[in-house]
């Protein structure tokens, strides 16, 4: 793969300037770190790991990667490329793990972010100081004060477990762990959940193992990958519109997968009445028609390496894969300001904290069908206003009013389960966007004055 650009961008920011901390040399951290660059403010990244591309690092030391052997991007690569830097010409579709890491690190170079990473650089706390600052506290004990923080860390580093999990006598690991299919050779393995791992880590194994079960404790809609030869969001892309209902969508989503898949029935799964998160994958109904995948309801109870399900049907596994989703964790931050309620991230338009209104997020959410990376590349940008003072965030009862707004859209789209907490409705999300950034442009003068009031000295240049 080649690099996009001609040479790499060098920053050097006066002193006096804004200094801003980003936590994660990840997809998000990066293009959040990028754009506040090139508007001069001073950033240093703290990376745990030794490399950029956080999860699109296959083994990476950081030891929050799940990435597996066989892992492809399941969105397709011009609509998750950030939104000036398109995937290399001529390259697949859907890129491979070491792709997208080869992407994101050609990223990070061409656009300078690279020398502002600190690599092997936990970030153990980050508190709040006088003047909405915030110092930075690392592993190793060395801290320094920041302006502004930006939190790009992942939300998919932290293995969520099914209660069941001791009650298994087998082999018992969490999708976060798989790796390769060899392992499993000649076993008898049970798969948990129906999101993008279980059907990769299905479709990957059922080719070695004595045989592959897949429990789907809800509906699914499985589509197709691909349609008349293109892949199937782009199809969808030209028959739907934003003016379109639901139920609308659903009937048209339902039809081209009945089309070439069928019922979702005749393969033993649930067709869905409500939004579901989209699953898709490019050979895995081949293994249904070949028997090598079979699929089970929800689990009712496991005893030894019995599981038994909920139709009340019994079977016994070597070994359990849990691909049961993920937890979002904070540990930096204290418990009183970690902006969670369950699953849930309670940030306005996903990216400010409303009590803290210079710590924002970057990628903390799962788009519903396009690519997060390119809203990732939205929200930085919205951050870099906001720390530059082009714009200005909103108070705090319209901020809590907002998050209500959003919760409320949530809950009458989406069934009420944690992996549904992040889920984010990209046409839905940019109207929002859009509308904030009109009426943060209003609020602008009275913030702008704040904002260029002379800084307190840094303990560390950058
Ligand atoms: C298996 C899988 C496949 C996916 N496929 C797609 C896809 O096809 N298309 C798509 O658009 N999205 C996909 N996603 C969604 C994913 O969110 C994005 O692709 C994106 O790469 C995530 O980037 P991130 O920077 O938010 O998080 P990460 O990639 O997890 O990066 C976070 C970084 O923060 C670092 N970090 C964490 N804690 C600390 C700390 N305390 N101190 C310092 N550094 C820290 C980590 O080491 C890591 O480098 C997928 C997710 C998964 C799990
Ligand atoms: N190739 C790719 O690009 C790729 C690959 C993997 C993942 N991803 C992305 O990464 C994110 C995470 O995906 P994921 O599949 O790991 O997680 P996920 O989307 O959260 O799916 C978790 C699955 O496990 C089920 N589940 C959760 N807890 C359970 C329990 N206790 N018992 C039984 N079932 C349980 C869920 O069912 P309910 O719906 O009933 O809760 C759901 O089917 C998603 O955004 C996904 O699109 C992409």
Not at 189 to 203: C, E, K, P, Q, R
Not at 338 to 355: M, N, Q, S, T
């Amino acid at each position: 793969m080649t690099t996009q650009a001609a040479s790499p961008v060098v920053h050097t920011a006066p002193s006096g300037t804004r200094r801003v901390a980003v936590i994660g040399a990840g997809a998000a951290g990066l293009c959040a770190a990028r754009h506040l660059l090139a508007r001069g403010v001073a950033v240093v990244v703290y990376e745990l790991g030794s490399q950029v591309g956080g999860l699109w690092v296959y083994n990476n030391d950081s030891g929050l990667s799940p990435a597996y052997a066989s892992l492809h991007l399941n969105s397709e690569a011009r609509v998750t490329a950030y939104q000036d830097f398109p995937f290399p010409e001529g390259g697949p579709l859907y890129p491979d793990h070491r792709q997208v890491h080869q992407y994101l690190a050609s990223y990070a170079d061409t656009f300078g972010v690279t020398p502002h990473i600190r690599f092997r650089s936990r970030v153990a706390d980050i508190s709040p100081q006088a003047a909405g600052r915030w110092r930075v506290t690392l592993a190793d004990g060395a801290s320094d004060d920041f302006d502004a923080v930006v939190v790009g860390t992942g939300h998919q580093g932290s293995p969520a477990h099914p209660d069941w999990r001791a009650d298994f006598q087998g082999e018992y690991l969490h999708a976060h762990s798989y790796r390769v299919p060899e392992p499993f050779r000649d076993k008898r393995v049970l798969v948990v959940g129906v999101g993008n791992s279980a059907v990769d880590i299905a479709a990957d194994i059922c080719v070695v193992a004595q045989s592959t079960f897949i429990s789907a404790r809800s509906p699914v809609l499985m589509m197709p990958r691909m349609l008349f030869g293109v892949p199937t969001s782009r199809v969808l892309a030209r028959l739907e519109k934003s003016w379109m209902p639901w139920p609308l969508r659903r009937t048209i989503r339902e039809t081209l997968t009945r089309i070439v898949h069928g019922r979702m029935e005749q393969w033993g799964f649930v067709t869905p009445k409500s939004r579901t998160h989209p699953t898709s994958h490019p050979s895995l109904m081949s293994h249904f028609v070949w028997d090598r995948i079979k699929a089970k309801p929800g689990i009712d109870s496991v005893q030894g390496k019995e599981v038994r399900f909920v139709d009340g049907s019994r079977e016994t596994f070597d070994t359990v894969i849990a691909a049961t989703g993920y937890h979002v964790d904070l540990p930096f931050l204290a418990p009183a300001l970690r902006p969670l309620d369950g699953h849930r991230l309670d940030l306005f338009l996903r990216v400010i904290h409303p009590k803290c209104p210079s710590l924002y997020f970057v990628g903390m959410f799962n788009v519903a069908g396009g690519g997060n990376i390119r809203m990732m590349d939205d929200q930085a940008q919205w951050v870099t206003e906001l720390v530059t003072g082009a714009m200005a965030p909103p108070d705090e009862a319209t901020i809590r009013a907002a998050m209500a707004a959003e919760q409320a859209f949530l809950r009458k789209h989406y069934p009420a389960a944690p992996r549904y907490a992040l889920e984010l409705d990209p046409v839905f999300y940019r109207g929002q966007l859009a509308r904030e950034h009109q009426r943060a442009r209003q609020r602008r003068p009275a913030l702008a004055t704040v904002m260029s009031a002379p800084l307190p000295s840094s303990k560390q240049g950058n």
